[in-house]
């Protein structure tokens, strides 16, 4: 457990992102997680890196409405400040912290007494150098080696509430470390593809290795790390789930792609459309359609849509066709027929 949230054992996968704000800033901070959570986040992690930020951290575990990860690299004393202060979990980087195997003892205790686990989170960019030594370079085998070592360190304490990751900016590579680490432990695993770039370059390549290892069923929580904002990231993570069949879909808009035969600019009606139903309380399918050739086929598969031609829409709903509007009243009319919709299905 992460908080409230089950991980691992067969719950659902979760989404986690990480707070862009100075953690000592703590309203800022806890508005940024009401972001988040408003977007869909599960987990939150916040970074730690000096003791100010460590004094955060009690305020921040009170008000967060997500469990808060404590992210702490470098400094073991931030490790029991975090657990002290009511974190739902503790990630610690092994290969940052100096002399890290005389602390796990002693970590290992407090992280038991208080019910927190501890995830592992390897990076390529920062492997213990005694493995980067051995493996020269961080191969997915390096990476799976030193987060085995570094929880067989804690096994040795008897503490086993323990989730891992192995991150690399190469998502063969990750891929190829995850399967590594899935047979060879049953511990759950945080998924991550790091410094994986901005969008769509980050989306694309999260997206690529997390499908093939959750088809896997490999995997427990995911962070789609972007060099954007983090509500970026929990959209990218949620969808990714929804189209996965991993979490119910919430909107869904089927659109076409436009071509020669569009009778409508269909980028700019989809983007309304979507803007329209963004924070639409009912899970639909929408189509947007740009003529009558897969037109009016598509938007009958879905809860509701429009196909285009010659100035006008043909709205339908549940496969019927029932209204033709101008263009300019396609969007208002696929809100109203929605609207409609959920009302008599609610029994309103
Ligand atoms: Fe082209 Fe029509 Fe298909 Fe859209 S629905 S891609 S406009 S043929």
Not at 24 to 46: F, H, K, N, P, S
Not at 150 to 156: A, I, K
């Amino acid at each position: 457990m992460i908080g409230n949230v089950p991980v691992g054992g067969g719950a659902p996968v979760s989404v986690q992102s990480m707070t862009t704000t100075p953690t000592t800033d703590v309203d800022a901070t806890l508005q940024e997680i009401a972001e988040l959570t408003a977007a869909g986040c599960d987990i939150v992690r916040v970074a730690v890196p000096s003791q100010d930020d460590a004094d955060a951290l009690p305020a921040i575990a009170a008000k967060s409405q997500l469990p808060v990860v404590a992210d702490i690299h470098f400094q073991p004393k931030y490790v029991f400040a975090a657990i002290e202060a009511g974190c739902a979990a503790v990630r610690v980087n092994p290969g940052n912290i100096k002399k890290f195997d005389d602390r796990v003892g002693e970590i290992a205790r407090a992280a038991r007494d208080a019910g927190v686990p501890i995830r592992i989170g390897v990076n390529a960019g920062s492997l213990d150098p005694r493995m980067l030594a051995e493996h020269g370079q961080p191969s997915a085998e390096a990476l799976v080696e030193s987060a085995l070592w570094e929880c067989s360190l804690f096994e040795e304490h008897g503490f086993h509430d323990i989730k891992i990751s192995v991150k690399h900016h190469d998502p063969l590579v990750m891929i190829e470390a995850y399967r590594g680490l899935a047979e060879r432990c049953d511990y759950p695993l945080h998924l991550g593809v790091t410094e994986a770039g901005p969008p769509p370059q980050g989306t694309i390549k999260s997206t690529a290795a997390f499908a093939v290892l959750l088809a896997e069923g490999i995997g427990d929580t995911i962070r789609v790390s972007l060099s954007a904002p983090p509500v970026e990231e929990v959209k990218a993570g949620t969808q990714i789930l929804q189209s996965l069949g991993l979490r119910p879909r919430s909107l869904e808009i089927v659109s076409c792609p436009s071509c020669g035969r569009a009778q409508v600019d269909v980028y700019k009606l989809t983007e309304e459309v979507n803007a329209a139903f963004e924070d639409f309380p009912v899970p639909l399918r929408v189509a947007v359609m740009g003529c009558v050739v897969n037109g009016p086929g598509e938007a009958r598969e879905a809860d509701i849509g429009v196909s285009s031609g010659n100035g006008k829409g043909q709205i339908f709903v549940r496969g019927e066709v029932v209204r033709t509007v101008p263009e300019s009243k396609i969007v208002e009319t696929l809100v109203e027929e929605a609207l409609k919709l959920t009302d008599s299905e609610s029994g309103a």
